[in-house]
T-cell receptor, first 109, second 113 residues
Framework: AQRVTQPEKLLSVFKGAPVELKCNYS??????LFWYVQYSRQRLQLLLR??SRESIKGFTADLNKGETSFHLKKPFAQEEDSAMYYC???????????FGSGTQLTVLP | EAGVAQSPRYKIIEKRQSVAFWCNPI?????LYWYQQILGQGPKLLIQ????????DSQLPKDRFSAERLKGVDSTLKIQPAKLEDSAVYLC???????????FGPGTRLLVL
């Protein structure tokens, strides 16, 4: 069965510092991975997906199949990046999403 | 474009009572999902519809939970009878097709006393 692990429930960094949110997965097939974000009082929304290889709001994430990881990175954190971040894995013929438990990122001024 | 709508936003009931949640997906979206998000956890898929057919309901506790999507548009999720452990946020999401981005509603926060 597939599993997504986000080892840090809480993460605090100072504005301008680099940030990395960790995500590890367990899946026997070919994974498709996503990062979703929920800002305060807003809906859960897609931030980025690995197949698009985009940089969204300065965030990037690289799929490392050897380490089964999909860490989210940003070189210079901003206060508006403070939010809950969820890593998710798409699997099965119906492409169901399995979410991690989330990391609450706080960017301090 | 209007987003996914859900109602009610909040509901408080006593255990063994029944409750129903409603979801209106984005117009034209064929796929609809219901998730349960317990405090401190990520969303867990309960059921997935493609138009008005069920694609996956493997994690739906069918002894007390039921869901339908009549006419392939709106959907309702029902819990009967509710248990304390059903306290959670129930999220509805929709996507144009199964493999595409999911758009989430604001959620219904349920508290079972």
């Amino acid at each position: 069965a597939q599993r997504v692990t986000q080892p840090e429930k809480l993460l605090s960094v100072f504005k301008g510092a680099p940030v990395e949110l960790k995500c590890n997965y367990s899946y026997s097939g070919s994974p498709e991975l996503f990062w979703y974000v929920q800002y305060s009082r807003q809906r859960l929304q897609l931030l980025l997906r690995h197949i698009s290889r985009e940089s969204i709001k300065g965030f990037t994430a690289d799929l490392n199949k050897g380490e089964t990881s999909f860490h989210l990175k940003k070189p210079f954190a901003q206060e508006e990046d403070s939010a809950m971040y969820y890593c998710a894995l798409s699997s099965g013929s119906a492409r169901q999403l399995t979410f991690g438990s989330g990391t609450q990122l706080t960017v301090l001024p | 474009e209007a987003g996914v709508a859900q109602s009610p936003r909040y509901k408080i009931i006593e255990k063994r009572q029944s409750v129903a949640f409603w979801c209106n997906p984005i117009s034209g979206h064929a796929t609809l999902y219901w998730y349960q998000q317990i405090l401190g956890q990520g969303p867990k898929l309960l059921i997935q519809f493609q138009n008005n057919g069920v694609v996956d309901d493997s994690q739906l506790p069918k002894d007390r939970f039921s869901a339908e999507r009549l006419k392939g548009v709106d959907s309702t999720l029902k819990i009967q009878p509710a248990k304390l452990e059903d306290s959670a946020v129930y999220l509805c999401a929709s996507s144009p097709r199964q493999i595409e981005t999911q758009y989430f509603g604001p959620g219904t926060r349920l508290l079972v006393l």
